[in-house]
């Protein structure tokens, strides 16, 4: 469990390096908080991370139930993966929008196969 740990760890702290990343753009163009309009730059930042806190409520409870029914080093990998996602994600939505594709599908395919073998082993437990 301590692989899923630390995978966990990662994941938080990628999150906030993504919260970071929207404040230092939030400075550099000068947008005011409340507003959370007004530069194309600090728009994606925040849609980074509001998408990535959108992926991490499936993600983060799947890679534990998996790792606790059926197998920690998968749940692990695929968190890995999921993470791994999350920056090919950033840095095509940074650039473009519409390329976005490959990162979500990355961190989408690995919390399926967490949500899928978790559930699996939560099945297997109650029969």
Same mark, same amino acid.
């Given at each position: 469990?301590?692989?899923?740990? %630390?995978?966990? !760890?990662?994941?938080?702290?990628?999150? $906030?390096?993504?919260? +970071?990343?929207?404040?230092?753009?939030?400075? =550099? /163009?000068?947008?005011?908080?409340?507003?959370?309009?007004?530069?194309?730059?600090?728009?994606?930042?925040?849609?980074?991370?509001?998408?990535? %806190?959108?992926? !991490?409520?499936?993600?983060?409870?799947? $890679?534990?139930?998996? +790792?606790h029914y059926?197998?920690?080093?998968? =749940? /692990?990998?695929?968190?890995?993966?999921f993470l791994?996602?999350?920056?090919?994600?950033?840095?095509?939505?940074?650039?473009?929008?519409?390329?976005?594709?490959?990162?979500?599908?990355?961190?989408?395919?690995?919390?399926?196969?967490?949500?899928?073998?978790?559930?699996?082993?939560?099945?297997?437990?109650?029969?």
């Amino acid at each position: 469990m301590a692989l899923v740990a %630390l995978v966990t !760890l990662l994941l938080i702290m990628q999150f $906030m390096f993504f919260m +970071a990343m929207v404040g230092k753009a939030r400075g =550099a /163009a000068d947008v005011s908080a409340p507003a959370m309009t007004g530069d194309e730059t600090f728009e994606r930042n925040v849609r980074v991370h509001l998408n990535t %806190l959108e992926q !991490l409520m499936i993600a983060l409870p799947a $890679m534990w139930v998996c +790792a606790h029914y059926f197998n920690t080093t998968l =749940a /692990a990998s695929m968190g890995l993966l999921f993470l791994i996602g999350r920056f090919v994600y950033r840095a095509a939505y940074l650039a473009d929008p519409s390329k976005r594709g490959t990162g979500v599908m990355i961190g989408f395919l690995a919390s399926v196969v967490m949500v899928l073998t978790g559930l699996w082993g939560v099945i297997g437990s109650l029969i």
